[in-house]
């Protein structure tokens, strides 16, 4: 596999707790794509990221709504698309695309970290710099 060794590391720090520790969670999962099909189905993985992404987005649109975050269309379009992505990822691979699998694990770290860096990095200063207190899901 191409991204055996991508995983958390300080770099993706926001230093907002739990930002930081949701996004945790979404690389762990993510980068379980890169598993092999002997070690657990890739549909399996898949589910387990979907569900989590459907959360963690959600948690972060109601931040946005909640603080009154002025991008909050832009990331919150950001966070549909991909979503819309892995569900078609999904709905392919399990209907014989097994090449979409691997093109997802590829592709997903590198769409991570631009979102980290750029929408999720902005709401994380917003709300440090606010001081606006916010709770998980
Ligand atoms: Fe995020
Ligand atoms: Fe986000």
């Known amino acids: 596999m191409t991204t055996p060794t991508w995983g958390w590391s300080e770099r993706l720090s926001l230093k907002h ?6 996004h945790q969670e979404f690389v762990t ?4 794509l890169a598993q092999s099909e002997e070690q657990s ?3 399996d993985r898949l589910d387990a ?3 989590h ?4 987005f959600e948690q972060e649109n109601r931040w946005m709504r909640d ?13 549909d698309a991909v979503l819309q992505v892995m569900q078609e990822v999904r709905r392919r691979f399990a209907e014989g ?3 979409l699998g691997e093109r997802l694990a590829e592709e997903l770290p590198l769409w991570f970290e631009h979102h980290v860096d750029t929408m999720d990095n902005m709401l994380a200063q917003y709300l440090i710099s606010n001081e606006i207190a916010v709770e998980a899901a």
């Open 29 to 32: 999962l993510c980068a379980a």
């Open 49 to 51: 990221l979907i569900e």
């Open 41 to 43: 189905p890739f549909i």
């Open 17 to 22: 707790q739990l930002m930081d520790a949701t």
């Open 97 to 99: 695309e097994r090449d």
């Open 53 to 56: 992404s459907i959360e963690h």
């Open 67 to 79: 603080a009154g975050f002025p991008p909050a269309a832009c990331h919150q379009g950001e966070h």
